[in-house]
């Protein structure tokens, strides 16, 4: 059997972003949903898949890149997940093809509020660049992921979600106007 590279490497361009989205998930999973449980890499590892996981100039090199690092910070925040023989599903990625099997409202919802972190998360890293930061974006992102993971959600709790995701976006353009302004 091939590597976890290898394997990762060998579809289309969209199904690589959806793994790495699906990664993406998998991390905050092994976080239990807390962005604070993340070292300084893990939450650049974070926002830098974010950023890059639906950006249409993310080639297939930089998608297994991230792919990998996601993967190592789920192995560093839960080490023993990964040599487990009775896996409980913690730090698994997400299928997000099961998203299609959602209740259309669900699957709108969800797709908005990643797309809605995504967008966050470009802002973010931006700022980051020039040193400006915000724990609390990692901490948002990491819930948000955590909860479009979850089955059984309910609409009224991703409303909620994608309000405060507009909020805390209002930070992360503040971050990329202050960095703009160097």
């Known amino acids: 059997m091939g590597s976890r590279k290898e394997e990762y490497t060998s579809?289309?361009?969209?199904?690589?972003?959806?793994q790495l989205a699906g990664a993406l998930i998998?991390?905050?999973?092994?976080?239990?949903?807390?962005?604070?449980?993340?070292?300084?890499?893990?939450?650049?590892?974070?926002?830098?898949?974010?950023?890059?996981v639906f950006s249409a100039g993310c080639g297939r090199e930089r998608l297994t890149q991230?792919?990998?690092?996601?993967?190592?910070?789920?192995?560093?925040?839960?080490?023993?997940?990964?040599?487990c023989t009775s896996p409980c599903g913690?730090?698994?990625d997400f299928d997000m093809d099961?998203?299609?099997?959602?209740?259309?409202?669900?699957?709108?919802?969800?797709v908005m509020l990643f797309y809605g972190i995504h967008c966050m998360a470009?802002?973010?890293?931006?700022?980051?660049?020039?040193?400006f930061t915000d724990s609390g974006i990692t901490d948002f992102s990491c819930r948000a992921l955590f909860l479009i993971?979850?089955?059984g959600i309910e609409a009224e709790r991703l409303y909620d979600l994608i309000t405060e995701a507009g909020e805390i976006d209002l930070k992360c353009r503040d971050l990329w106007e202050k960095a703009s302004c160097l």
């Open 66 to 83: 991230l792919f990998l690092q996601v993967t190592d910070e789920k192995r560093k925040l839960a080490p023993d997940c990964f040599a």
């Open 98 to 110: 099961s998203l299609l099997f959602a209740k259309p409202e669900i699957r709108s919802l969800k």
């Open 11 to 18: 579809g289309s361009l969209v199904k690589l972003q959806n």
């Open 90 to 92: 913690r730090t698994s």
């Open 26 to 52: 998998g991390l905050a999973r092994a976080a239990d949903g807390c962005g604070n449980a993340f070292s300084h890499s893990g939450a650049e590892c974070l926002l830098d898949g974010l950023s890059a």
């Open 149 to 151: 993971g979850m089955d």
């Open 122 to 131: 470009v802002y973010a890293c931006q700022g980051a660049q020039k040193g």
